[in-house]
């Protein structure tokens, strides 16, 4: 691995993110596995807000996504249920 604090880090063989800086996630979108890059922090972060409203919580899931992450406006429905049948997950693996 190359690179430090100041310039980033990289691979120094390809020049690529190295494995150990990887933050992406897997989910099933739509039935399609998709990477959701910083997936635990936006998990984190919404968790923190103390929702209850699975709209609202939805829409904050996606609002972190969308900042973070590529999200076609044709599928952000479909990406919002994935998102938040992940968030469901994840607060029933951190209890």
């Known amino acids: 691995m190359g690179g430090d604090d100041k310039d980033g880090y990289y691979c120094s063989i390809c ?8 933050k992406t996630k897997m989910i099933l ?16 972060e919404v968790k923190k807000l103390k929702l209850s409203d699975d709209a609202t919580i939805m829409d904050e899931l996606l609002k972190r996504t969308q900042a973070l992450n590529y999200v076609p406006t044709k599928k952000k429905e ?12 994840f607060l029933t693996e951190s209890e």
């Open 29 to 44: 979108v739509d039935g399609k596995e998709t990477g959701i890059d910083q997936m635990d922090w936006i998990l984190s």
């Open 15 to 22: 020049g690529g993110i190295p494995p150990d800086k990887i």
């Open 78 to 89: 479909v990406y919002g249920v994935a998102l938040l049948e992940e968030y469901k997950k």
